[in-house]
Structures are given as structure tokens and as C-alpha cells.
């Protein structure tokens, strides 16, 4: 690898590649709901989950859409003018409402004229081929990336933290999106209880030989208010979190197993301080970032290194 060559693909070059210049992924809380939460599929939710712990303090669905737009941009143009937006339904299953619905919450944000696309977070197995149908239709003249939660690629796993979905059908939706011309992102957490470090790595692995564009890690945090919390509180010698260095070690060998030509559209998150329980590394994302590109640099090593070599280790 030549000197000062970017050793990982980010979100950055995503946004070059596909819009020649920057964007900014505005969240927005559409108001939809979760059938893991309204008794469709479970009432408790999955274990790690408290979607208030990652809201910006302009996404509130009793706002409107158009309302969280323009507080958004009001935010964001403090720092950069007149850049280009992605209306971002991030929390909860922006895919689990009927079709009349979901139509008129993503038209009312593509309507926007500072807004170039959609990104809708969701489980799964709430993409349904009627969803799908109608994705294919606006994605043939706006930009639309369908980001999956799919967190682990371990069925045990899975179940033990009442996901209520299993493998197969994230990556049968993985495959039917790409199919349609979506852009698909992955969102794998690293560190759930019950999953060794070898799963972890080949999760990776295996994702990355799906049809998708975007990959999202981040390490397991857990955050007040969730039943993980509470576990974490009855049995902390149940989890193994992850210090920043062990981390970061862990994030290298996942960005080696990833596909080459995949962009990484995050690899940390940073719950604020209020709401999060273990474990607190107190650095933010850009400071993660640097320490990482020396890691990767002092390792001479570099996305897709290992692509190639198939190993499970534990
Ligand atoms: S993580 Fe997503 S699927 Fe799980 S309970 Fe929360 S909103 Fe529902």
C-alpha cells in the first residue's frame, strides 16, 4: 500500500462517489412504531434498545416531518452552507405501517428541495414486497439506501437478545433491495453477550459477500433504561465490553475481513453520557478515527487485506 493512501473506505468517499460532494444525513423521527415493541412480534423490544438514546434534540415525531427538516438544516448549515441532505428515518421500523402511510411520511421529506434522498432504517422482516415495489419506483430518479438492522449473524445470539428475527430473512432483504436498486447499508453490533470474537469476525465476513454498499459497526454500549441494563447490573460477569484499545484491535481485524470495495459508514458510536451505562471510553468519534487510521498504519495493513481468506476462530 503507497503512503498516505487511505487504508478504509468511509462515508466521506460514499457521499463523493455517488454525489460528487458532500451530504449530510438529517435523523427524523417519522413516527412509526416496532412490532418487536407493539406486541406483533414482542413487547419488551430488543434487549439493548432505547431509541431516545440516539435522538438529536430537533427529531421528534410530534414535530412533522417538514418541521425536523428545516430545524435540521438550521443546525447543519451553522458549519457548512448550502450542502445537500438525506432525509434520515432513523429511529424504531421506518418500514412497519401501511403503504398510504409510509408513502406520504417519505414524499412529505422528498418533497423538501434541499433533500436528495431517503435512508430508512428497519428491521428486516418488516420490508415487505409491497414496500419493496414502491422503493423500486422512487429510487429510479431519487437516491434511496435501505439500512437493515441485522446486529448479529449468530441465530443464538439473535434470540438472546429477543431480536424476534433471525438470519435468512435480513439476508433474503439484503439481496431483494440491491435487486431493486437500492442502496443497502448493514448494522452489525460488536460485543452482544454470547457471541465470541471469531463470530464477530466472520459476521463481518459474511455480510460482506452480500450485495450490499455500506457496512455500520459499532461496538455494544449499554444504555440506561434497557432490560441489558438491567441484566448488565444483575450479571456484569456476563458481558465482556470492550476497553477502547481492545476495541480498536478488534476493529482493525474487522476492517481485514471486510470486502474491499464496501464503504464503512461508521465504526464507533458514542451514546451521550446521560444515558449510558458501560462502557465509557470518553473520546469522540473524530479522536476514535485518528487513533485507528495509526493503528492501521502502524499494522501496514488495510481494508480487504484478509478478504479472501475464509477462517473461523474463536
Ligand atoms: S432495536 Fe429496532 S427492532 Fe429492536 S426494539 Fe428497538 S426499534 Fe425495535
Redesign the pocket.
Known amino acids: 500500500m503507497r503512503t498516505g493512501q487511505q487504508r478504509y473506505r468511509d462515508y466521506a468517499g460514499f457521499s463523493r462517489a455517488v454525489f460528487r460532494e458532500r451530504v449530510q444525513k438529517l435523523s427524523i423521527d417519522g413516527g412509526f412504531t416496532?412490532p418487536?415493541?407493539d406486541g406483533t412480534r414482542g413487547r419488551d423490544?430488543?434487549t439493548f434498545?432505547n431509541?431516545r438514546a440516539f435522538t438529536p434534540a430537533y427529531c421528534r415525531g410530534e414535530r412533522g416531518i417538514t418541521r425536523q427538516i428545516e430545524e435540521g438544516i438550521r443546525f447543519f448549515e451553522r458549519k457548512y452552507r448550502g450542502q445537500k441532505y438525506l432525509a434520515y428515518f432513523q429511529p424504531?421500523?421506518n418500514t412497519y405501517a401501511s403503504l398510504e402511510v409510509i408513502a406520504a411520511r417519505f414524499e412529505e421529506a422528498l418533497k423538501h428541495p434541499r433533500v436528495a434522498g431517503l435512508v430508512i432504517a428497519t428491521?428486516p422482516d418488516t420490508v415487505t414486497g409491497e414496500v419493496l415495489d414502491y422503493l423500486e419506483g422512487i429510487a429510479r430518479d431519487r437516491h434511496v439506501c435501505v439500512e437493515l438492522?441485522v446486529e448479529s449473524l449468530q441465530e443464538a445470539v439473535l434470540e438472546r437478545v429477543n431480536r424476534g428475527h433471525g438470519v435468512a430473512v435480513a439476508e433474503r432483504v439484503a439481496g431483494e433491495c440491491a435487486r431493486r436498486g437500492l442502496f443497502v447499508c448493514v448494522h452489525l453490533i460488536l460485543g452482544l453477550p454470547g457471541e465470541s470474537r471469531g463470530e464477530m469476525i466472520d459476521g463481518v465476513a459474511r455480510v460482506s459477500r452480500w450485495p450490499i454498499h455500506l457496512l455500520k459497526l459499532h461496538q455494544l454500549q449499554v444504555i440506561r433504561g434497557t432490560r441489558m441494563a438491567d441484566e448488565y447490573r444483575e450479571r456484569p460477569g456476563a458481558f465482556s465490553l470492550y476497553s477502547l484499545e481492545g476495541y480498536l484491535d478488534l476493529v482493525v481485524e474487522a476492517i481485514e475481513r471486510a470486502r474491499p470495495d464496501l464503504y464503512l459508514e461508521r465504526l464507533v458510536n458514542q451514546t451521550p453520557a446521560a444515558y449510558l451505562v458501560a462502557p465509557r471510553w470518553g473520546v469522540k468519534n473524530f479522536e476514535f478515527a485518528a487513533m485507528l487510521e495509526r493503528r492501521l498504519e502502524e499494522r501496514d495493513t488495510w481494508q480487504g487485506k484478509f478478504y479472501n481468506e475464509i477462517t473461523i476462530s474463536n
Open positions: 416496532c418487536n415493541r423490544g430488543c434498545c431509541n424504531y421500523s428491521r438492522g
